[in-house]
C-alpha cells in the first residue's frame, strides 16, 4: 500500500467507487454521485492543494487505485479525512494510509497535532484513528452539507506526533 499525490487522471476511479451509498452514508459525499463528481473533486483538490490550504492524496495497492486520504486546514487546524472504495473495505486499507498521511504531514509539513471528526455511528473510521494514535476529545454536533446527518453528532478526535 502506498499514497502519492492525486492527479488528473485518478477523476475516473474516483467517479467509480465515490458512487456509493456505502461511502455517502458516514461523509459528505453524495449519493447519487454527480456524473462529472470525480473531475469536479479533482478541481477542488487541486484548487486547495495550489493555494496550500490542504494536501490530497490517491491510496494505491499495486498500482490499483482504492481510495483517498486528505490532509485539511494546513492554514488552520490540520485535520485528515479519507474513504476506501467498498470492494476494499476490511484489509486494514484506511489504516495503513492514514499512518502514511501522518508521517508525511509530519516529515514534510511540520505537521504535530491532527484531528479528525467522525459520526459517533462510524465505528470503523473510530478504529482507524484509534490505531493510529488518535484520542478523543469532544463531541459536537454534525454542521455540514449533507441534510440526512443533520441532528447526528461528531466525535472529535485528536493525535500529537513528535
Ligand atoms: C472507514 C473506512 C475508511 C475504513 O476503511 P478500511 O480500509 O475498511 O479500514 P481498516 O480495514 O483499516 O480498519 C477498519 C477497522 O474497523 C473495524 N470495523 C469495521 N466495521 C466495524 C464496526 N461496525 N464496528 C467496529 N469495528 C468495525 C475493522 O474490524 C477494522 O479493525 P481491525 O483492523 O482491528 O480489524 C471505510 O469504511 C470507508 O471508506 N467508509 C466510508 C467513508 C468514511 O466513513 N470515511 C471516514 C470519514 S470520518
Not at 496550500?52 to 485539511?72: L, N, W
Not at 509530519?106 to 505537521?111: N, R
Not at 455540514?144 to 453528532?153: D, N, R
Request: glycine share 8%; hydrophobic share 35%.
Amino acid at each position: 500500500m502506498s499514497i502519492r499525490l492525486l492527479d488528473h487522471r485518478d477523476a475516473r476511479y474516483i467517479q467509480k467507487l465515490a458512487s456509493s451509498e456505502h461511502i455517502s452514508k458516514t461523509t459528505n459525499v453524495p449519493y447519487p454521485y454527480p456524473q462529472n463528481g470525480g473531475s469536479d473533486f479533482i478541481n477542488f483538490a487541486f484548487s486547495s492543494y495550489e493555494t496550500r490550504k490542504s494536501m490530497p492524496f490517491a491510496i494505491e495497492i499495486d498500482k490499483t487505485f482504492v481510495g483517498i486520504v486528505t490532509i485539511h486546514g494546513l492554514k488552520e487546524t490540520p485535520s485528515i479525512d479519507y474513504w476506501i472504495g467498498y470492494p476494499y473495505w476490511g484489509k486494514g486499507f484506511a489504516s495503513h494510509a492514514v499512518k502514511e498521511a501522518l508521517d508525511y504531514g509530519l516529515s514534510f509539513l511540520d505537521i504535530t497535532i491532527f484531528q479528525s471528526k467522525a459520526l459517533v455511528s462510524n465505528k470503523a473510521s473510530h478504529k482507524v484513528l484509534l490505531k493510529n494514535g488518535f484520542t478523543k476529545v469532544g463531541e459536537e454536533d454534525y454542521s455540514g452539507p449533507k441534510k440526512s446527518h443533520i441532528g447526528k453528532k461528531l466525535i472529535i478526535f485528536q493525535t500529537k506526533k513528535c
